[in-house]
């Protein structure tokens, strides 16, 4: 994009930059890991909010905690243990997490950018939301508030600047930073950490902030939303304490159908209050065009509907970020990937596309050629060609001290997800004293490969942690015919492609070639790394790690819509009747 010449004639005039972002400071930097810098979005207690650009052009937003922070290892540690779980979350309402190095001089996280305003500002410059409007909003942030409690994280610093309107609903930010900086600023100083209006009473008395309390500033939120002022009005931190503490909440202005779903959140005893998913329930059911709007999909689907025409994307364009961006690093040094290993990498494609070897459990698995650089099927892991399925837990380069001790002393456990076919692989601490760590997020899918003879699956798998890195096979996935009363280990037969992918934060995804699987038939297939193994190779027979595969009858729907249905393994009246694979009595 050129510059139109300057009046003056003294050159190009400089594009402006994009509505809502400020120029960067003197001194700052133009880059933040991978990304491009553009300028500042906003800054706070916790640190700077950058607009940036990935390699690919898609707009980010990239935040840098303050230096303060930084030189604390204590607070490094912390927030590598929130990042690891926020960057587990999947809502509609959230922000896609895109990265973070909690290692870096300046420890950052970046996110989807979210283009619109923040309530705080729209309720300034537009006025409160009203009617089904409003109702997606509050829809829209107690099923984001779900999402992160169902992961063990709590915001902790909901208010109006925290959460966007933009085109496609409300986005809740900064999760992920707040109890980390709270944590610290805690210990330095013993004082409470939080904006006034938004901090709920049992904070005050000394308590630990829990997903009641996120629910205390969402009905705080709403009624902001509702009526352009809090429950409590306004005024200094102690004025602020003592109506939070004391005084009932003013709720006049806002709708009746909404008020009573407030008061029980501002309860001043936390187990008064709804939870997310509740207030979820209640708000979508508010929204509903017809039944079965209660659950997370049909919350979306009422909210997507209300929410039309509150929000519209600022102008600019991308061509303004581009501008303003640094220029983009050559193809290779973004790809990583020098051009002479181009003829390994075939060798690569061909060996994944041989088809299916079968291993007896125990036996080990064949050896591809090794290759560094993008996963020649398609995914973004290294491959590698290191040691055998499933490799020793995972290595530790860079791990906060925290985490040594599981690392070299815990065990892998890999469970089922309440929403199949995901699996998740889990370090736990020896004798369970401590914080367990996840390590992988495993997503079975099928394309409908089903023939005469053989069915096909594949897998995404996602590295959770920010430090250290772990190797995977395609060997590590594996399948039962059936589990007998007389089987004393599970008699699994392995996929024997033999490619291994090294994942870590610079590589944190991966997704599988297509394995398939000899026979029409419907198998429990499993994620089977030698971790959970005995030292002959035997994996017990009640291993929670897999999942029914159904076999289509002939094209047939599957069981509930989808080929994969749970294994569960809990005998009924001695019977272990409740699988796909079970056959005969306990």
Same mark, same amino acid.
């Given at each position: 994009?050129?510059?139109?010449?300057?009046?003056?004639g =003294?050159g190009p005039?400089?594009?402006?930059?994009?509505?809502g972002v400020? &120029?960067?400071?003197?001194?700052?930097?133009?880059r933040?890991?991978? +990304?491009?810098?553009?300028g500042r979005?906003g800054?706070?207690?916790?640190?700077?909010?950058? *607009?940036?650009l990935d390699?690919d052009?898609?707009?980010?937003?990239?935040?840098c905690? !303050?230096?303060?922070?930084a030189?604390?290892p204590? +607070?490094r540690?912390r927030?590598?243990r929130?990042?690891?779980l926020?960057?587990?979350?999947?809502?509609?309402? %959230?922000?896609? +997490?895109?990265?973070?190095?909690?290692?870096?001089?300046?420890? $950052?996280?970046a996110?989807?950018?979210?283009?619109g305003?923040?309530?705080?500002a !729209?309720?300034?410059?537009?006025?409160a939301l009203t009617g089904? =409007?409003?109702?997606?909003?509050?829809?829209g942030v *107690?099923?984001?508030?779900g999402?992160?409690?169902?992961e #063990?994280v709590?915001h902790?610093?909901?208010?109006p600047?925290n959460?966007?309107l933009?085109?496609?609903?409300?986005?809740v930010?900064?999760?992920?930073i707040?109890?980390a /900086?709270?944590?610290?600023?805690?210990?330095r100083?013993?004082?409470?950490?939080?904006? &006034?209006? $938004?901090? *709920?009473p049992?904070?005050?008395l000394?308590?630990?902030?829990?997903? =009641?309390?996120?629910?205390?500033?969402w009905?705080?939120?709403?009624a902001?939303?509702?009526?352009?002022?809090?429950? +409590?009005?306004?005024?200094?931190?102690d004025?602020?304490?003592?109506?939070i503490?004391?005084?009932p909440p003013e709720l006049?202005? /806002?709708?009746?159908?909404?008020?009573?779903l407030?008061?029980?959140?501002?309860?001043?005893?936390?187990g008064?209050?709804?939870?997310a998913?509740?207030?979820?329930?209640?708000?979508?059911?508010l929204?509903?065009e017809?039944?079965?709007?209660?659950?997370a999909?049909g919350?979306?689907?009422a909210?997507g509907?209300?929410w039309?025409?509150?929000?519209a994307?600022?102008g600019g364009? @991308?061509?303004l $970020?581009?501008a !303003?961006?640094p220029r983009?690093?050559?193809? *290779?040094?973004r790809?990583?990937?020098?051009l002479?290993?181009?003829?390994?990498? %075939?060798?690569?494609?061909?060996?994944a596309?041989?088809?299916a070897?079968?291993?007896?459990?125990?036996?080990?698995?064949?050896?591809?050629?090794?290759?560094?650089?993008?996963d020649?099927?398609?995914?973004?892991?290294?491959?590698?060609a290191g040691?055998?399925? #499933?490799?020793?837990?995972?290595?530790l380069?860079?791990?906060?001290a925290?985490y040594?001790?599981?690392y070299?002393?815990?065990?892998?456990?890999?469970?089922?997800?309440?929403?199949?076919p995901?699996?998740?692989?889990?370090?736990? &601490?020896?004798g369970?004293?401590g914080e367990?760590?996840d390590?992988?997020?495993?997503?079975f899918?099928?394309?409908?490969?089903?023939?005469?003879? $053989?069915?096909?699956?594949?897998a995404? %798998?996602?590295?959770?942690?920010?430090?250290?890195? @772990?190797?995977?096979?395609?060997?590590?996935?594996?399948? %039962?015919?059936?589990i007998r &009363?007389? !089987?004393?280990s599970?008699?699994?037969?392995?996929q024997?492609a033999?490619?291994?992918? /090294?994942?870590?934060?610079?590589?944190?995804t991966?997704?599988?070639?297509m394995i398939g @699987?000899?026979?029409?038939?419907?198998?429990a297939?499993?994620?089977?790394?030698?971790?959970?193994a005995?030292a002959?190779?035997? /994996?017990a027979?009640?291993?929670?790690?897999?999942?029914?595969?159904h076999?289509?009858?002939g094209g047939?729907?599957?069981?509930?819509?989808?080929?994969f249905g749970? =294994?569960?393994?809990?005998?009924?009246?001695?019977v272990l009747?409740?699988s796909?694979v079970h056959r005969?009595?306990?």
């Amino acid at each position: 994009m050129s510059a139109p010449p300057s009046p003056a004639g =003294h050159g190009p005039v400089p594009p402006p930059l994009p509505e809502g972002v400020a &120029p960067l400071a003197a001194g700052e930097p133009d880059r933040v890991g991978p +990304f491009r810098l553009v300028g500042r979005l906003g800054a706070g207690g916790m640190g700077v909010v950058y *607009a940036a650009l990935d390699d690919d052009d898609n707009r980010v937003a990239v935040k840098c905690v !303050h230096r303060t922070f930084a030189a604390d290892p204590d +607070f490094r540690s912390r927030f590598a243990r929130e990042v690891s779980l926020v960057r587990r979350v999947r809502a509609a309402c %959230v922000p896609r +997490f895109l990265g973070a190095d909690t290692e870096a001089d300046l420890p $950052w996280l970046a996110s989807e950018y979210v283009p619109g305003l923040t309530l705080d500002a !729209h309720v300034r410059a537009r006025g409160a939301l009203t009617g089904p =409007h409003l109702t997606a909003f509050a829809c829209g942030v *107690a099923e984001a508030l779900g999402a992160v409690h169902a992961e #063990g994280v709590v915001h902790r610093d909901l208010k109006p600047g925290n959460v966007i309107l933009a085109p496609d609903g409300p986005k809740v930010l900064d999760f992920g930073i707040a109890r980390a /900086v709270e944590e610290t600023a805690l210990t330095r100083t013993g004082g409470l950490v939080g904006t &006034p209006g $938004w901090i *709920a009473p049992e904070q005050y008395l000394g308590q630990d902030a829990g997903p =009641h309390s996120d629910m205390f500033a969402w009905a705080g939120l709403v009624a902001f939303a509702a009526t352009g002022r809090g429950p +409590f009005g306004a005024g200094g931190p102690d004025v602020m304490a003592s109506r939070i503490l004391s005084d009932p909440p003013e709720l006049d202005g /806002v709708p009746a159908d909404l008020r009573g779903l407030l008061a029980r959140a501002l309860d001043k005893d936390p187990g008064g209050r709804p939870d997310a998913a509740g207030a979820m329930a209640a708000t979508a059911a508010l929204l509903r065009e017809g039944p079965g709007t209660a659950d997370a999909d049909g919350a979306d689907r009422a909210m997507g509907r209300a929410w039309s025409g509150v929000s519209a994307e600022p102008g600019g364009g @991308i061509e303004l $970020w581009r501008a !303003h961006a640094p220029r983009r690093r050559p193809w *290779a040094v973004r790809h990583r990937t020098p051009l002479a290993v181009a003829s390994a990498a %075939v060798a690569l494609v061909v060996l994944a596309g041989t088809g299916a070897g079968y291993l007896a459990a125990g036996e080990g698995a064949g050896e591809g050629p090794g290759q560094g650089g993008e996963d020649p099927a398609g995914g973004t892991g290294t491959t590698s060609a290191g040691a055998g399925p #499933g490799d020793a837990s995972g290595q530790l380069d860079g791990a906060p001290a925290a985490y040594r001790d599981l690392y070299e002393n815990g065990s892998v456990v890999v469970e089922p997800s309440s929403e199949a076919p995901v699996l998740t692989r889990t370090l736990v &601490p020896e004798g369970g004293d401590g914080e367990p760590l996840d390590q992988l997020s495993i997503t079975f899918a099928s394309d409908g490969g089903f023939s005469n003879d $053989w069915m096909a699956m594949a897998a995404t %798998v996602e590295y959770l942690p920010d430090f250290g890195e @772990i190797q995977l096979r395609t060997s590590d996935f594996g399948w %039962v015919d059936e589990i007998r &009363p007389e !089987h004393g280990s599970l008699e699994f037969e392995r996929q024997g492609a033999g490619l291994a992918y /090294v994942l870590s934060p610079r590589n944190p995804t991966v997704e599988l070639p297509m394995i398939g @699987i000899e026979g029409i038939r419907t198998r429990a297939v499993y994620y089977l790394p030698s971790d959970v193994a005995d030292a002959e190779g035997r /994996v017990a027979v009640d291993y929670s790690g897999g999942f029914c595969l159904h076999a289509a009858d002939g094209g047939a729907t599957f069981p509930g819509g989808s080929p994969f249905g749970p =294994h569960d393994l809990s005998p009924v009246d001695g019977v272990l009747a409740n699988s796909c694979v079970h056959r005969g009595g306990a």
